[in-house]
């Protein structure tokens, strides 16, 4: 059923997507923008918080350094 | 154990000095949850410099002070620590509550990023944390690859390397290998390692998705020292003995991200994220973010979130005193 | 200005100016361009970070230059004329900006020359697109002085 939704996501997207021209990005380059939020020391530290309270991690990328508060 | 509604805050505040694409920002971040739980408060320093048009070095140096209580079985009538274990005790005396603790946290991190002819980018990373008890060394590595001369594809490889040394204070049942009586401390490591995939598409000129999977593994020693579980419940003798919790000591967990970005309006943004994540301990979790920012001037950015998050237990996992386990792992 | 628009409207989508390519009457007299000059044509915007870069140092450039033979244009491609206008008095202020800009809010004369970075620099002369540098470069200024060189 989840690899079902996942698909149709991709397929969603792969019909609406538009081929963006370099002078068109002015909002894509927006730093509210960026993935991850305009900070990636908070993003983080949320990241920690959050690590410190659930039982999973990961998916924001590989570089977050460890902590013992879980 | 029972779930309980717990309240969480965080106060971030930014001030930043900057020309052009380099910038020296000074944050400050504050954490607290409701009952006096945990609370965080971190100071810290982020550098962000450009060298030319090739090359970006960004250097980061943060304080956590963490204190607050953490909730653990302990013994009542010892009245000892509340971290305190033993054998043979009355478990009517068996509580589950919460127990003080602070700490500092110091931690460190430096990443190189490199553009190519191509503008491809590798991104070199090294992280360093260093708390009373747990210490923390990583090194990272990412390349991101354009899919098209448009620069609206992009795939990306991550790979990190993380090696933990926490320091446990032997007990018996515990996998110390020095002295038990003496209630000495050894420094038992983990590793981990990190890999992640990723897709990235710009399906309009004011919005983008994001693909990952990833997956991570880990060994070595996997447990939190300071959390108890209890065991041989003896209900005729009306006894139970109080032991320090025991987790497999390798994991290996798999997950898939889905991301999405919306530049609203020109002054508001949203990003959705859902995370799909699965670990050989049997947990599996849903979660699922969403952050609206706001952009008032030039100089403030709010920002408003909202997570949700679901997960199952381990296989091996202990509710509550009502529970009391002999499983090999608890 | 009109037929420039028509011209662009039907054809935006298929040009993309090549080296060695002839640009339009309609663009060259847009753009104001006289015969036997070489022509610095450079496409920027304010959220362009590269762009911010390079700008100081083509304003270096262009100090060291030969006006009545040379000349650069600045092509903002802002959307929004008035965040152009703004980006472009700061740099000015600091002496990072001192050329001819053409403000291109419609995106009509980027959409023309199609590039496919930000930013592209073109070279132009009697309407032939000499040659083409495409996205984010190091030492840029020295890059022009060298092609200048070998134009002459």
Redesign the interface.
């Given at each position: 059923m989840?690899s079902l939704l996942?698909l149709s996501?991709?397929l969603l997207?792969t019909g609406?997507?538009?081929?963006?021209?370099?002078w068109?990005?002015?909002?894509?380059a927006?730093?509210?923008?960026k993935?991850g939020?305009?900070?990636?020391?908070?993003k983080k530290?949320?990241e920690h918080?959050?690590f410190?309270?659930?039982?999973?991690?990961?998916?924001?990328?590989?570089?977050?350094?460890?902590?013992?508060?879980? | 154990m029972q779930l309980k509604l717990?309240i969480?805050t965080?106060v971030?505040l930014?001030g930043v000095s900057s020309q052009?694409?380099d910038y020296v920002?000074f944050?400050y971040?504050q954490?607290n949850e409701n009952d006096n739980r945990?609370t965080?408060s971190?100071p810290?320093i982020?550098i962000n410099k450009?060298f030319?048009?090739?090359y970006t070095l960004?250097a980061?140096f943060?304080g956590d002070a963490?204190s607050g209580a953490s909730p653990t079985y302990y013994d009542t009538a010892s009245g000892a620590s509340a971290f305190s274990r033993g054998t043979n005790l009355r478990a009517s005396d068996v509580k589950y509550a919460n127990v003080e603790y602070e700490?500092t946290?110091l931690?460190a991190?430096l990443?190189l990023t490199s553009?190519f002819a191509n503008?491809d980018e590798l991104?070199i990373?090294l992280?360093?944390?260093s708390?009373s008890?747990?210490y923390?060394s990583?090194v990272?590595a990412?390349y991101m690859h354009w899919l098209d001369?448009?620069?609206?594809q992009s795939i990306s490889l991550?790979?990190?390397y993380?090696y933990?040394e926490?320091l446990v204070t032997c007990v018996e049942n515990s996998s110390c290998s020095v002295d038990v009586a003496s209630g000495a401390s050894q420094k038992m490591d983990a590793n981990?390692i990190?890999?992640?995939l990723s897709f990235?598409?710009?399906?309009?000129?004011?919005?983008?998705?994001?693909?990952?999977l990833?997956t991570?593994l880990e060994d070595g020693y996997l447990t939190?020292p300071y959390m108890n579980v209890v065991r041989n419940y003896n209900e005729i003798l009306d006894t139970a003995d109080i032991v320090a919790e025991n987790r497999p000591d390798s994991k290996t967990?798999f997950?898939?991200?889905?991301?999405y970005?919306n530049?609203l309006t020109?002054t508001i943004?949203l990003?959705l994220a859902y995370?799909?994540?699965s670990d050989d301990?049997g947990?599996s979790?849903n979660?699922l973010d969403s952050?609206v920012?706001f952009?008032y001037n030039e100089d403030w950015?709010f920002?408003l979130g909202l997570?949700g998050?679901v997960?199952s237990e381990?296989d091996f996992y202990s509710a509550d005193k009502d529970y009391f386990t002999n499983e090999t792992y608890a | 200005m009109k037929s420039l628009i028509i011209f662009l409207l039907f054809f935006s989508n298929l040009l993309a100016y090549q080296k060695g390519d002839i640009i339009s009457d309609a663009m060259a007299s847009h753009l104001g361009l006289k015969e036997n000059k070489i022509y610095i044509v450079d496409f920027f915007a304010s959220w362009c970070?590269?762009c911010?870069?390079e700008l100081p140092l083509i304003s270096k450039v262009n100090l060291q230059i030969d006006p009545s033979k040379v000349e650069v244009i600045g092509i903002d491609v802002d959307k929004?004329v008035q965040r152009g206008i703004k980006f472009q008095e700061s740099l000015k202020a600091n002496g990072n900006l001192n050329f001819r800009v053409i403000n291109d809010p419609q995106n009509l004369v980027v959409a023309e020359f199609n590039p496919?970075?930000m930013p592209t620099l073109y070279y132009i002369k009697n309407k032939k697109i000499i040659d083409i540098i495409t996205?984010?470069?190091?030492?840029i200024d020295e890059v022009i002085l060298n092609d200048l060189k070998e134009m002459e």
């Open positions: 989840k996942i996501t991709l997207f609406c997507i538009k081929d963006v021209k370099p068109e990005k002015d909002m894509l927006k730093e509210t923008m993935d939020g305009i900070n990636s020391l908070s530290f949320e918080m959050y410190s309270k659930e039982a999973s991690k990961g998916g924001n990328g590989v570089a977050g350094g460890g902590c013992g508060c879980n | 717990s969480a965080a971030l930014i052009a694409e920002s944050q971040l954490y945990t965080v971190a810290s982020m450009d030319g048009v090739d960004n980061s943060v963490v700490d946290r931690a991190s990443s553009r503008r991104t990373g992280n360093r944390s708390e008890d747990f923390s990583e990272s990412e001369d448009s620069k609206n991550g790979l990190s993380q933990n926490i981990l990190n890999a992640q990235s598409q710009n399906i309009d000129s004011r919005s983008y998705a994001k693909f990952a990833y991570i939190n967990a997950g898939g991200s889905v991301k970005a530049a020109d943004s990003q995370r799909y994540y301990w947990i979790s979660t952050d920012y952009q950015i920002k997570r998050y997960q381990a | 970070g590269s911010k870069k929004d496919i970075g996205g984010a470069c190091d030492d």
